[in-house]
């Protein structure tokens, strides 16, 4: 167990952070990842990195892990996967703005000590990642991903352990659906909830019972 506190503090060259994610480690250690910079979508942002060490109970000190010369570095979402490596998936700002971001992934195998060069996730622009991925009980993996061109929402989708991805349908409303976030029922269903894009005051909802590759319609 540890007391609140804070992981990153704000500094001169990095006065901002946000979209922070966060993975338990299979020693039972926690890795915490952020983007960092002088404001969002600024080209000096950066991802940072920090470890909870349960033996010592304290956080070690932010490092930057990712800072795409000239360009913004953006969200990020961390999976521990069944086999023991350590995901991390995040975007790049091409030009201005995120419709514009570019998906990119890199794995550890020591937990986060180092990782592998960025691999290309997804060639089309503005798919962006907010929310944990998941391994579900029949072994696919499904990170929630959402489209920033017309704020529409779906899942990636592998029953292989990552080597290949297929898309789920997509989740549309008139107003907008983004970042999804999604837990797997007891009866094997899948559950998604859903920022709205627009002040309606609400969040949306959707259901799967096929595993994540087709969805039901956005409720409130």
């Known amino acids: 167990m540890f007391d609140s506190g804070f992981v990153f503090y704000p500094t001169p060259a990095r006065p901002t952070c946000h979209c922070a994610s966060l993975c338990e480690l299979p020693d039972g250690d926690l890795l915490a990842v952020w983007y960092a910079g002088q404001g969002e979508g600024l080209g000096d942002s950066a991802l940072l990195q920090a ?6 109970g304290q956080w070690t000190a932010p490092e930057v892990i990712v800072d795409t010369p000239g360009l913004s570095d953006g969200n990020a979402v961390l999976f521990p996967t069944p086999a023991g490596r350590v995901w991390l ?7 201005h703005g995120w419709d514009t971001v570019l998906a990119y992934w890199r794995q550890s195998t020591n937990e986060g000590l180092t990782w592998s060069e960025a691999r290309l996730f997804d060639p089309e622009e503005g798919m962006m990642f907010r929310s944990r991925p998941l391994a579900l009980s029949s072994g696919r993996i499904l990170i929630p991903a959402y489209d920033e061109k017309d704020w529409s929402s779906f899942m990636y989708l592998s029953d292989d352990d990552g080597f290949t991805w297929q898309r789920s349908s997509r989740l549309h409303v008139s107003d907008g659906c983004i970042q999804p976030a999604v837990v797997e029922r007891g009866d094997g269903s899948l559950l998604a909830y859903l920022r709205c894009g627009s002040r309606t005051g609400h969040l949306w909802q959707a259901t799967s019972t096929d595993g994540g590759t087709s969805w039901g319609d956005c409720t409130p």
């Open 51 to 56: 470890r909870f060490s349960v033996a010592d």
């Open 89 to 95: 998936f995040h975007t790049v700002i091409q030009r």
